[in-house]
């Protein structure tokens, strides 16, 4: 969150010394959008000083909810397929009154009963590890992010990316920024997982993003909402893919071969048999 607190800093600054403070306060909620990675922080006043004032970021719950009240015309309740309304910063709700809240991680459960997953909390923590910093999957990060910058290229309209069993977020995070950095477009990031442990993850490690846990099967979005969708090392459920992609819509899968972490399977072997 770096590069936000610089872009706050700022504005804030930049209002201060226009001598604006009063239009400052008089909103409730001031918004400061990130000049690099194009999304907005909310922030609330904490405390006011004779020579300026001090913010705070608004929780992670709140500042979701703002988020997908942006983009609240992408969703369909995943019961009866209404237009779904976000409502007071708490829930997101159907015209028929089907609710679900927002958990305080940022991210909302569709589910209506909880899904035990074979994967845990412990396994998402070491998949971010393992794709993020052992440099392992840098070269399909890169591979991934160039596609979709080439397949983006032409469009005028806003970017919308919906990352099918995103676990931990990790892809969806980098591909996004990628093409925000590369392309100046707007890009909206969903990542959807069945399992809510890795949607908890997902939303603590990378906040800028919608995330929610909903069953891949019946995905609680308006057809035609997106201009990708990756599959990356996750099932596939392409008659859903088909509903929910625009027209000229792509979806991107990985799929692992043969010798998929060949190398670690070898160390794995190796380091056991030498315990
Ligand atoms: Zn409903």
Redesign the pocket.
């Known amino acids: 969150m770096e590069v936000c607190d610089l872009c706050l800093v700022e504005h804030f600054w930049l209002e201060i010394i226009r001598g604006n403070v009063s239009s400052l306060l008089s909103q409730a909620l001031p918004a400061f959008p990130c000049l690099y990675l194009g999304y907005q922080d909310y922030y609330v006043i904490q405390k006011i000083y004779p020579g300026g004032i001090r913010l705070k970021k608004e929780s992670r719950k709140i500042q979701s909810a703002r988020h997908i009240e942006q983009h609240e015309n992408i969703f369909a309740?995943?019961?009866?397929?209404?237009d779904?309304r976000v409502t007071g910063l708490k829930s997101i709700r159907?015209?028929?009154?089907?609710t679900f809240d927002f958990a305080k991680q940022g991210y909302v459960n569709f589910l209506n009963q909880p899904i035990h997953t074979k994967y845990g909390k412990d396994f998402f923590e070491v998949r971010k590890i393992l794709l993020s910093e052992s440099g392992f999957y840098t070269p399909l990060q890169h591979a991934l992010s160039e596609i979709v910058a080439d397949i983006t290229l032409g469009k005028e309209e806003e970017i919308s990316i919906l990352d099918t069993g995103c676990g931990e977020g990790t892809y969806l995070h980098h591909i996004t920024n990628h093409l925000r950095r590369s392309c100046a477009k707007k890009v909206v990031g969903v990542g959807v997982d069945i399992s809510k442990e890795g949607i908890i993850a997902a939303a603590r490690n990378y906040d800028q993003h919608i995330w929610t846990v909903a069953d891949l099967a019946n995905m609680p979005f308006h057809d035609k909402q997106f201009t990708m969708i990756l599959s990356i090392f996750s099932p596939s459920n392409y008659e859903e893919f088909l509903r929910l992609l625009k027209q000229d819509g792509v979806v991107i899968k990985v799929v692992p071969e043969k010798n998929y972490l060949k190398e670690l399977r070898t160390y794995s072997t190796f380091a056991h048999r030498n315990i």
Do not use: A, T, V
């Not at 309740?77 to 209404?82: G, L, W």
């Not at 159907?94 to 089907?98: A, F, L, N, S, V």
């Open positions: 309740c995943p019961i009866c397929q209404k779904m159907c015209e028929k009154g089907h």
